[in-house]
């Protein structure tokens, strides 16, 4: 651990990945630690989106298509966030939110599952899933006469595989609460003994910690844009499906962009060969466009190893500052102390007051995030998050704990999106 | 019908709307008659989706969802484009795509009808619909055990309407390939006697033709951000449901901007009361603040009854100058020439050579486009296209046509997207 913020200036001069900083503009007097709720904005992006909209839109008009590959962007993008994930080239598109690609990689899943073992209707997930998730599987169990079965605690998930009537497993790889990591390796080993089909989300993971869907043999996969990829606020997600399954599955989208071909205008569907069934109206350029800058920046970093090494340091440092500087208030972490269980984030649960002692926090630079009930969550992207913001931001929670300042009615205004 | 080039120029001088095209950034040297495929770029929109990127989203970050309201863009510019469709405050939200708001839409539409009547199974469309409905309609039909029937020509729909077994009528307001407008006001009565529910796609509708959903008593409604509401490419699309169904149908994307509490995160989905329901994933922020520049100009022309009624001249003269000046070339009017039949397009069949005919007229800078198999089309949007485009347009076409140069072979290539 280190002592005084002269050590954390020290470690950012010491660290490789310091210049990825650079790519990125954040305003001053900022420590930015909610890059997991929307990723900071790239410098290349303004430009690179004036060019789309003012040459590629606005001259190029729909030649566009063609000329400017717009076409192609589901599929380059996708293989660009595919050397994230450990996806092969041709095996990731990026489409429409991450709650859409839940719906329809969960469609493909309980379709494939319930043709091969029909009796098996239980679709099996995390009670403190992220909600959109969950949402989405309610949803499907209904109309495919299933049960969404909820595991209290991740630890409970091993013993509902082996009892067996599980159709699919969707979990989400880092939980949005805890900061949680699971073992996809061997959960995704148990699941093929049992039959079950995997569906992962990487809305936390990707662009924040290693995956390796091929080598960890997942089923289904699907990711956000906006967080550890900086595609900007509600940029598109993604959606990948393992090359065994690719040009069997079916999902209910069936837009005209997943035709075979789409300019034919056939009025009969037929899905169009591997991942590329998973697109499915009017590809949204724009958005695309500032999630190629986005993914640009992660891709800077030379792969995700570098990335992670820093991550865990940085989240390392807070943990142990946290204890240090902040140790007699009572804050408990949530976040687990083993690495390898520990995503790009830390969350401290806070009682009844996580709510306050955040908006005081925020008022004074620090934006992490609230996560009801009682949860501090703060984000390290590694792109460019510094040691010494780490230590800033230990010191001001510390001074905001110390001082009782969050007790101010000021901070307790409630029902905004946080 | 005019003479001369000059007498298209007065046309133009006299235009009340003429100013409109200001609003707009074109190419130098182009005719552009396709913006019922991707409209034009708004001047505002560069420095609108600047501020978004580079303070909203780069200084604001996180905090923009409460600050700058992103939250809200949905609804508020769904209120925008409800003031051209005949739609209530509140009852039209922006989200997703066509295809994937055709999917909400129609499902909800259709598990409603099941409930009311189960044994009416059959989803009623056109065969000459946009592929993206049907291949939709085809796998909502599969997933419900309904049937999808076609009618061959829009004069059968009456009889099929009262031939019984109809759950859900899924009708495209102004057809993609002909420009036919359907009576929205007759057809829904029909529907509503024999206890049918009706869907509109108002893809090349809205921003062209008036539309009066609630007058004409329709059920649920979709549309394209990106033709003549110039969202740009991809732009986000809309739904609308009757306020009498608002609050009590379902669709199955429950995502969480659906949910009555989206940040309350808990764990079982409750649909938002009203349209907001129809929300999925996290709102492509980016991409409606493209869309919301392109809705203010149509909003700039004060209603759509001054747009109408230029849209109708310029499709009226065009159609007049076609038969004057490539009277001879075996061209097929498509389009009704029934004024209210037409919306604001003209399509003409020219045998087995629409596409290099197209191909050689977008080289000479009059950019329409190729239908599959044999159509030109060409749309007026009435925001920016001059009476001297269309002088000039069918000038154009006259001498690709007498020439013969679309015979070359560089006009010949397939394949592309048009």
Redo the contacts between chains.
């Keep these: 651990m280190i002592a005084s913020r002269q050590e954390a200036l020290a470690l950012d001069r010491d660290d490789p990945l310091a210049h990825l900083r650079e790519r990125f503009?954040?305003?001053d007097g900022?420590v930015?630690l909610?890059g997991n709720?929307?990723g900071?904005?790239p410098r290349a992006?303004?430009a690179c989106?004036?060019e789309v909209?003012?040459r590629e839109?606005?001259?190029g008009?729909?030649?566009?298509?063609?000329e400017a590959g717009?076409?192609q962007l589901p599929a380059r993008i996708g293989d660009k966030i595919a050397t994230l994930v450990g996806a092969n080239p041709g095996e990731l598109v990026v489409a429409?939110?991450?709650?859409?690609n839940v719906?329809k990689a969960l469609s493909a899943a309980l379709v494939m599952a319930l043709a091969k073992r029909p009796q098996r209707r239980r679709i099996l997930s995390e009670?403190?899933n992220?909600?959109?998730d969950?949402?989405?599987a309610?949803?499907?169990a209904r109309?495919y006469g299933c049960e969404l079965v909820?595991a209290d605690v991740p630890e409970q998930i091993p013993e509902m595989l082996e009892q067996g009537g599980i159709a699919v497993m969707m979990l989400t790889h880092v939980n949005y609460?805890t900061g949680r990591l699971h073992d996809m390796a061997a959960l995704n080993r148990q699941a093929r003994r049992e039959g079950v089909l995997t569906l992962w989300d990487l809305a936390h993971s990707a662009g924040a910690v290693p995956v390796d869907l091929n080598g960890d043999d997942a089923d289904f996969a699907v990711g956000c844009g906006?967080k550890y990829l900086n595609g900007?606020?509600?940029?598109?997600?993604f959606v990948w499906v393992h090359g065994r399954h690719a040009d069997t599955c079916r999902q209910?989208?069936?837009?005209?962009?997943g035709?075979a071909e789409?300019?034919?205008?056939?009025?009969?569907?037929a899905p169009a060969p591997g991942s590329s069934r998973f697109l499915?109206?009017?590809?949204?350029?724009?958005?695309?466009a500032?999630l190629e800058c986005g993914v640009d920046t992660v891709l800077a970093a030379g792969g995700m190893h570098g990335l992670r090494r820093k991550s865990l340091a940085l989240t390392r440092l807070f943990i142990e500052l946290v204890e240090a500087h902040c140790g007699e208030h009572g804050l408990e972490l949530v976040t687990p102390r083993d690495e390898a269980l520990r995503g790009s984030q830390v969350c401290l649960a806070y009682a009844d007051n996580a709510y306050p002692v955040m908006q005081a926090l925020?008022a004074h630079g620090v934006?992490g995030?609230f996560?009801?009930p009682d949860i501090l969550r703060f984000g390290f992207t590694p792109l460019y998050t510094r040691y010494v913001d780490v230590w800033d931001a230990v010191q001001e929670l510390a001074r905001v704990l110390d001082s009782g300042s969050w007790r101010q009615a000021r901070y307790h205004r409630k029902g905004?999106?946080?």
């Design positions: 503009e954040l305003p900022v930015y909610d709720s929307l900071a904005l992006t303004p989106l004036e909209v003012k839109w606005g001259q008009l729909i030649g566009s298509w063609n717009w076409a429409d939110s991450t709650s859409v719906y009670r403190h992220f909600p959109t969950l949402y989405i309610e949803s499907l109309q909820l609460r906006y900007g606020p509600g940029a598109p997600a209910p989208l069936s837009g005209w962009f035709h789409p300019f034919a205008f056939t009025p009969s569907y499915c109206g009017t590809p949204a350029v724009l958005a695309m500032a925020i934006v995030d996560r009801a905004a999106v946080t």
